[in-house]
Nanobody, 123 residues
Framework: VQLQASGGGLVEAGGSLRLSCAAT???????MGWFRQAPGREREFVAA????????KYADSVKGRFTVSKSNVKNTVYLQMSSLKPEDTAVYYC??????????????????WGPGTLVTVSS
């Protein structure tokens, strides 16, 4: 499966953006994750969603502000981001996982990384 993230852009602090991750294959076969990488920093987990029951998992830093969802019909995963902060500035990536520990946030359990989309939050 190939993934393509989109929807990034420049937004003021406190604003919102919705990212999309379109897949060429059936996302229902995979747990789906969102990660981000800020300049000079390691890639970090943002959110993930279970392939069957849609259970979400969030990093503490985004809990209550971001919402992950998906459409199995459209084979697309979404990341609704609200109350954005300058520290949310990063390239955001989506990826797939077949691991039973999909919720752990470890990027080593994810693959099929697509090109990222840049989110810039101005203060």
């Amino acid at each position: 499966v190939q993934l393509q993230a989109s929807g990034g852009g420049l937004v003021e602090a406190g604003g919102s953006l919705r990212l999309s991750c379109a897949a060429t294959g059936r996302i229902a076969n995979y747990h789906m994750g969102w990660f981000r990488q800020a300049p000079g920093r390691e890639r970090e987990f943002v959110a993930a969603i279970h392939r069957s029951n849609g259970t979400p998992k969030y990093a503490d830093s985004v809990k209550g502000r971001f919402t992950v969802s998906k459409s199995n019909v459209k084979n697309t995963v979404y990341l609704q981001m609200s109350s954005l902060k300058p520290e949310d500035t990063a390239v955001y990536y989506c990826a797939t996982s077949s691991s039973v520990q999909w919720y752990s946030g470890s990027d080593s359990l994810y693959n099929n990384w697509g090109p990222g989309t840049l989110v810039t939050v101005s203060s």
